[in-house]
Each structure stands twice: as structure tokens, then as C-alpha cells.
């Protein structure tokens, strides 16, 4: 018989744990994570933030996905325009910051 008492209480000890970290009483490790994320084939991401907490939006995804398509030299050039948007942003974001603060005072 395939039934033995070793195998089961691994099994429940397994959903156990699995309910524990479900209902909030316990957080899994990263290394929990990385293997729960492995075995149920999804990202780690999908795993802790809800759904469109933290994704791109399909647009967005579609057009990554495209430039993943790209060569090399292309990647690059698609990279280094997006590292200075980002940077734009964030200077941005940083000015009217300190804007903020000086209004504050």
C-alpha cells in the first residue's frame, strides 16, 4: 500500500505550513518563496504582491516583450533610453520635493 503514516504526515505537515502562511500567522523564507514560486511555475513577484499591485500594464508588457526581440546593440540603445526617462523622473520628483520643503518652512 502506498498509504504510509511517514509520507502523510509529511503531506500534512506540508498543507499545514501552507495554511499558516495563507491566513497570515506565519511568513515563508525567501528561500520558500523561491521554491513555491519554482514549483507552481510563477514569479516570486506573483507570490507576494496582489494582483496589479506591482505589474506593468499590458501595453507596457507588450512593448518589453518586443524590445526583448530586438539585438543586442538595439537592447542597449532601448536600455540607455529608458535609464535616462527614469532618471528624468526621479530629478523631477527630487526638485519638487525640495520645492515642497522650502514652501514648508
Not at 48 to 57: A, K, T, V
Amino acid at each position: 500500500m502506498f498509504c504510509e503514516t511517514p509520507i502523510l504526515n509529511t503531506l500534512y505537515s506540508h498543507i499545514t505550513q501552507i495554511q499558516r502562511y495563507e491566513n497570515g500567522s506565519t511568513q515563508p523564507t525567501l528561500d520558500i518563496i523561491r521554491k513555491l514560486a519554482t514549483t507552481l511555475t510563477v514569479s516570486a513577484a506573483e507570490l507576494i504582491f496582489g494582483e496589479g499591485e506591482r505589474g506593468l500594464d499590458e501595453l507596457l508588457r507588450l512593448q518589453f516583450e518586443a524590445i526583448c526581440q530586438f539585438d543586442e546593440e538595439d537592447k542597449l540603445l532601448a536600455q540607455g533610453v529608458l535609464e535616462g526617462l527614469i532618471l528624468k523622473h526621479q530629478t523631477k520628483q527630487s526638485l519638487q520635493r525640495q520645492a515642497a520643503a522650502k514652501g514648508n518652512k
